[in-house]
C-alpha cells in the first residue's frame, strides 16, 4: 500500500528576525546551523530504529492491530451503553485528544445509535467526587471498563480501578465483571498484568520498549477511539505520512525536526522558555493538552546525556484560539517576551455556519452579514499573528486542510519526532522520567506500601507542623 502524503505545514516566517527583529527573532544563518545538528539526530533517530531500537516508530505499522480492536470494538465492545476509561497521564491524555478530535463534541448526549457505542467517562485523577459521579452516572450493568497502566501499578490508576471493579462486581457480580474488564497493560510484567491473569480480563499490549506518552498510537489510545466510533487505521495512515516526511534529512524540510529547531533556538538563543500551543479549533485542543506531558516530561530533565546538571526544557502551555484572545493573548503580546507561540489553522472546518442575517436597523454589525463562522476564526487566527508579529513576539502558524483521522494521526507522529529530535538538540534523554517516578514512588511511601517504609520515615520523620502552614 503506498503511504499518503503529509498534508500539514508549516509557516515559520513570522520567528525570523526579519519579520520580529535580531533580538527575538532568529537569522537564516542560525536555523541553518540547527537544522544540520538536527540532521544528525534525524540520521540517528533511523538508525537506531534500524536497529530495532526507537520502538515508537514502528506503531504505525500495527495493522494486526487495529484489525483486533476493530474486531472486538465491533462484536461487543460497541454495544455496551458506557465506558470507562482508567488511566492517566500518558495512559489517557492520548485517547482523550483523538476522541476529542475525531468524535462529535457532544456525543455523550447523543442515543446511541447516533453515537454508535458508548459514552465516555475517564477517571484519571483519583477526584473522589468526580468518582462517585461518574459511578452514579453510568449504568454499570452495560458498563465496559478499560484500565490502561504500562507500569501497571499507578497509585491513580489502581486506586480509580479497584473502585470500580468493586462496584462492577457489586452490581454484576464477579463473573460478569471480569468480562466487563479489559486491561491495556504491559504483555509480560506489573501488577495489573498479574491481576489480569488471574481474573482472566480480555487484554491488550502496551508496546514494551515505548514510554507511556508515546503509546496514543497503540491499544492504549485506539482502543477507546475505536470504541467511540474514531476511524484508527485513517489515523495510523496520517501517522505513516507523517513518518515518511519524518525520513526527509533536510531539516527545514522536515517538519517534526524543523519545528524542534525552531523550539530550541528560541529557549536557548532568544530566552524564549514557553511554548504556546494554540489551535484555533475546539476539537484540537486535547491535541495541545496531550503534546504538553510529551514536551514537558521528555526534555524537562536535569542532567544532559554526559550527566552534568543543565535543568533542561521549556514549558508548554495550552491556549484556545480565539477563547484565549479574550483572556491570554494581551499577556503575551505585551507581558515578557519569553514565550514562542504555535497557532494552528484548519482549512474548512467540519461544519459551515453561515450569518445570514444582521438586523438593519445597526449597520455596524453589517460586517458579519453572510460571513462564515470558520471564516471568522480563522481570520481572528490570521489577526493573532498579525499583532503578535507587530509586537515583535515570535509565531509559526500550522495549517491543516481539515480535522480527520489522517490530519490527527499525523499530528501525533511529527509532535513525536519534534520531541526525539528536541531531545538530541537540548542534549538530554527524552526518554524516562525520574522526575515523575520520585513522586510516585513518594506517594507510595506516604500510603503505607510495603517496601517503602525508609522513604516514608523520610517524609514524616520530623512529626512536627509546617510553620508554613495557615490555619
Ligand atoms: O510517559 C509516561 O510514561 C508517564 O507519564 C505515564 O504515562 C504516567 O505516569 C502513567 O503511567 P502508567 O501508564 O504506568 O500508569
Not at 148 to 162: D, H, I, P, R, Y
Not at 226 to 235: E, H, P
Not at 307 to 317: K, L, M, N, W, Y
Not at 453 to 469: H, W
Request: include cysteine; hydrophobic fraction near 40%.
Amino acid at each position: 500500500m503506498a503511504t499518503a502524503k503529509s498534508r500539514l505545514s508549516i509557516d515559520y516566517a513570522n520567528v525570523m528576525a526579519s519579520a520580529v527583529g535580531q533580538e527575538n527573532g532568529l537569522t537564516d544563518a542560525e536555523l541553518n546551523d540547527a537544522a544540520t545538528q538536527a540532521t544528525a539526530h534525524i540520521d540517528r533517530i533511523w538508525n537506531e530504529y534500524d536497529a530495532g531500537d526507537q520502538r515508537w516508530v514502528a506503531l504505525p505499522d500495527n495493522r494486526q492491530l487495529v484489525a483486533d480492536i476493530e474486531s472486538f470494538a465491533s462484536s461487543e465492545g460497541r454495544a455496551y451503553e458506557d465506558l470507562i476509561l482508567v488511566g492517566i497521564g500518558g495512559s489517557s491524555l492520548g485517547a482523550i485528544a483523538t476522541i476529542q478530535a475525531l468524535a462529535h463534541p457532544f456525543r455523550n448526549l447523543q442515543p446511541h445509535s447516533n453515537r454508535g457505542g458508548p459514552r465516555l467517562f475517564v477517571l484519571d485523577n483519583p477526584d473522589p467526587e468526580k468518582v462517585a459521579a461518574t459511578l452514579e452516572t453510568v449504568d454499570l450493568s452495560k458498563t465496559l471498563v478499560n484500565v490502561v497502566t504500562k507500569s501497571g501499578q499507578t497509585a491513580e490508576t489502581m486506586a480509580n480501578f479497584l473502585v470500580v471493579k468493586d462496584a462492577l462486581e457489586q452490581t454484576v457480580g464477579q463473573d460478569q465483571a471480569r468480562k466487563q474488564i479489559v486491561a491495556t497493560t504491559d504483555p509480560k510484567d506489573g501488577l495489573l498484568r498479574q491481576l489480569a491473569d488471574q481474573e482472566g480480563y480480555r487484554d491488550f499490549p502496551v508496546p514494551p520498549g515505548v514510554d507511556g506518552r508515546m503509546t496514543v498510537l497503540s491499544a492504549v489510545g485506539m482502543l477507546p477511539a475505536a470504541l467511540c466510533g474514531v476511524d484508527i487505521g485513517g489515523l495510523l495512515d496520517g501517522a505513516a505520512a507523517m513518518r515518511e516526511a519524518s525520513r526527509n534529512r533536510d531539516a527545514r524540510q522536515n517538519p517534526g525536526a524543523l519545528f524542534a529547531s525552531i523550539a530550541w533556538l528560541a529557549a536557548t538563543k532568544r530566552d524564549k522558555s514557553m511554548l504556546v500551543m494554540m489551535p484555533y479549533a475546539d476539537s484540537l485542543f486535547g491535541i495541545a493538552d496531550w503534546f504538553r506531558q510529551l514536551w514537558a516530561e521528555s526534555l524537562g530533565k536535569r542532567l544532559s546525556t554526559a550527566d552534568d546538571e543543565v535543568f533542561a526544557g521549556q514549558t508548554p502551555i495550552k491556549a484556545l484560539g480565539a477563547i484565549d484572545q479574550h483572556s491570554q493573548i494581551q499577556l503575551y503580546t505585551e507581558g515578557p517576551n519569553d514565550k514562542l507561540i504555535c497557532l494552528t489553522g484548519v482549512g474548512t472546518y467540519r461544519s459551515g455556519v453561515e450569518i445570514a442575517a444582521t438586523p438593519d436597523s445597526i449597520d455596524e454589525l453589517g460586517y458579519l452579514r453572510n460571513a462564515e463562522l470558520g471564516q471568522l476564526l480563522d481570520r481572528e487566527r490570521m489577526a493573532t499573528a498579525w499583532a503578535l508579529t507587530n509586537a515583535n513576539r515570535p509565531n509559526l502558524s500550522i495549517s491543516i486542510p481539515a480535522i480527520d483521522a489522517g490530519t490527527v494521526g499525523e499530528f501525533f507522529f511529527m509532535h513525536e519526532f519534534q520531541t526525539v529530535v528536541g531531545g538530541g538538540l537540548f542534549d538530554v534523554n527524552p526518554f524516562g522520567q525520574p522526575g515523575v517516578e520520585a513522586g510516585k514512588n513518594a506517594t507510595y511511601a506516604l500510603m503505607g506500601r510495603e517496601g517503602y517504609e525508609t522513604l516514608r520515615d523520610e517524609l514524616t520523620g520530623s512529626g512536627g507542623e509546617s510553620r508554613y502552614t495557615l490555619s
